[in-house]
């Protein structure tokens, strides 16, 4: 939620890392050649919110995201985060891949600390904050193996850490989990929860599984069509048992068949367009 | 060397090298061992004249003079054995050296900038193209029969391999892992130092290896001309005199140190690069 009530002053607060997508659109190429794959995107996004995009491979996920990264101009809109366009990447934004995209000549440690430095952390305090960073993965007793020592669950985790490098406002994931095997992945989405409950950063997670963006997400969009749009937007407000699961929920079948629906006529949508 | 309890904490690798570690090496001994009872046993059977195939123990009796002074002649023409292949061994570390020095931003040049590629391409792929030798007789008009024409020699022949690796190496960087980066806002100067060139480290160390073996290979070449002090020009000295003792001892000597260098450099390659092939 964007603003909460503080309980000792009853005064509302905004939390911070809030974007905006006006407008937005994308084009990969020019010319003859050009491929619009994205657009038009319209999207409010408050601060704190744990928003899941669900989508067939190939919808335009990880342009979304690249775009909110900064990594490229978008082609028509703007995008903001609290009220600043976007343009370039900013300590504001932490990115974690699907692969996970760490240095192997640089120990777990001194991957983190790279990133703070990267940040232009005060070099003194850059050991001692890489070492709370990943404590706070559950990577403290890891911090001086190689990375390519590591499982592919840990060096997601030590993605995460170095995403959370300088503190940024908003964590964008593209298919953190897509590549672990299915009792990490579970292992990994309450972890990642339960570091959204910590901070309650902004999240933008990138996923093509409808339950783990009910599993995580506060909403979920479901990104499809030529270019792509949001063919979905749901907010999800599920009951977490005991073990953080959402399943149990009496709403969890209905939304589940809904973002399901919504893929499935994208797909029929697609197969039956002439291919390009 | 990896002790038992290195092992021990690391039970994977452990069933795997358990048998090569011993068995490979063995059976390579073994080989060198056949090798030399056959040489041995022609040579006693005197089945081609020592001339052509000498007794080992007349090339022993060579590495024994070579490596000593004897009857108040020093080693062979004047060095000591060791003397030549330091000689030898300094003129390749010296090309080498500047083959890396060059070779290494020429090839980040090469592989960052399109239009650099576009103007030296052509000029590299034709060094590497060229056997070295075939352009040493205009380094020799160029720079005289001293060590300067063999140094700049050996050092054309290590530059294309380091640069056109180091090129490659650079051209492909996973593009994620260089968004990582820029996604913490590293500079184009950081972004270089430290991702692109830790990238690359790999392919700049295979293409130091494929370096090491056309230098090697070309100075012994080389020093037919002009060569002496140097194990190349001792063996062409001694093939002139017809000492083809001293010639086999030449090619031993070659040959053993060649494999110490390929041994020296995979050791190296796994201290610099140990997430090869991991990561
Ligand atoms: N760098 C690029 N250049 C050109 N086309 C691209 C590029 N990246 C992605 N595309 C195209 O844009 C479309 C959307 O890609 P992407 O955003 O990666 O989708 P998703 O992450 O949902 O699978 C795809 O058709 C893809 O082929
Ligand atoms: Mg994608």
């Known amino acids: 939620m964007a603003t909460t009530t503080d309980d000792n002053s009853g005064v509302v607060a905004t939390r911070p890392g809030a974007l905006r997508f006006a407008d937005v659109h994308h084009v990969y190429g020019q010319g003859a050649s050009a491929n619009p794959v994205l657009g038009p995107i319209d999207l409010d996004v408050p601060g704190g919110e744990f928003l899941c995009i669900v989508g067939a491979s190939g919808c335009g996920k990880s342009t979304l995201l690249r775009l909110v990264a900064g990594f490229m101009p978008v082609s028509i809109g703007r995008i903001t985060i609290d009220d600043r366009e976007i343009s370039a990447p900013g300590p504001d934004r932490g990115m974690v891949f699907q692969q996970p995209t760490l240095f192997p000549w640089r120990s777990v440690r001194g991957n983190v600390e790279l990133a703070l430095k990267l940040r232009g952390y005060p070099r003194g305090e850059r050991r001692a904050e890489a070492e709370r960073l990943l404590r706070q993965v559950g990577l403290g007793d890891a911090m001086h193996r190689r990375t390519y020592e590591l499982s592919g669950g840990m060096q997601q985790r030590c993605a995460t850490a170095r995403a959370l490098a300088g503190d940024p406002e908003v964590l964008l994931m593209d298919e953190p989990f897509g590549a672990l095997d299915a009792i990490t992945r579970e292992h990994m989405q309450q972890e990642l929860h339960a570091l959204w409950r910590e901070t309650h950063k902004t999240i933008v997670f990138v996923t093509h599984s409808v339950d783990e963006a009910l599993i995580l997400g506060t909403r979920a969009i479901v990104l499809g069509g030529r270019p792509g749009h949001v063919l979905l937007d749901l907010p999800l407000n599920l009951q977490r048992d005991a073990e953080g699961d959402t399943h149990h929920d009496a709403g969890y079948a209905d939304l589940r068949s809904q973002i399901s629906h919504a893929m499935d006529d994208d797909y029929q949508r697609s197969q039956s367009e002439v291919p390009r | ?279």
């Open chain 2, 1 to 279: 060397m990896a002790t038992t309890t290195d092992l021990s904490q690391n039970p994977a690798p452990k069933r795997k090298r358990s048998r090569g570690s011993w068995l490979y090496p063995l059976i390579s001994v073994a080989a060198v061992l056949a090798f030399l009872i056959v040489w041995y046993l022609v040579a006693l059977a005197e089945v081609w004249k020592p001339l052509f195939v000498p007794r080992p123990s007349d090339v022993w009796e060579q590495f024994i003079r070579a490596s000593t002074t004897h009857d108040g002649n020093v080693g062979y023409s004047g060095e000591y054995l060791w003397q030549h292949l330091w000689s030898s061994m300094s003129r390749l570390f010296e090309g080498l050296a500047l083959g890396v020095l060059i070779g290494v931003p020429l090839g980040i040049a090469l592989g960052a900038s399109k239009t650099i590629a576009a103007i030296l391409h052509p000029g590299v792929t034709v060094i590497r193209s060229l056997p070295p030798l075939a352009y040493f007789s205009l380094l020799i008009i160029w720079f005289g029969i001293g060590d300067s024409a063999k140094v700049v020699l050996l050092f054309l022949a290590a530059v294309a391999p380091i640069a056109i690796a180091t090129a490659d190496a650079v051209g492909n960087v996973p593009i994620d892992r260089l968004l990582a980066v820029r996604s913490l806002g590293a500079s184009r100067l950081q972004t270089i130092t430290q991702v692109v060139l830790p990238s690359a480290l790999p392919e700049m160390m295979t293409g130091l290896r494929v370096a090491l073996g056309v230098t090697f290979t070309t100075i012994v070449a080389a020093e037919t001309v002009n060569g002496l002090p140097g194990i190349g020009g001792m063996v062409r000295d001694a093939q002139r005199f017809n000492k083809t003792d001293v010639v086999v001892l030449g090619i031993i000597v070659i040959g053993i140190v060649a494999v110490l260098l390929d041994i020296a450099i995979r050791a190296l390659d796994r201290r610099v690069v140990p997430w090869r092939g991991r990561a």
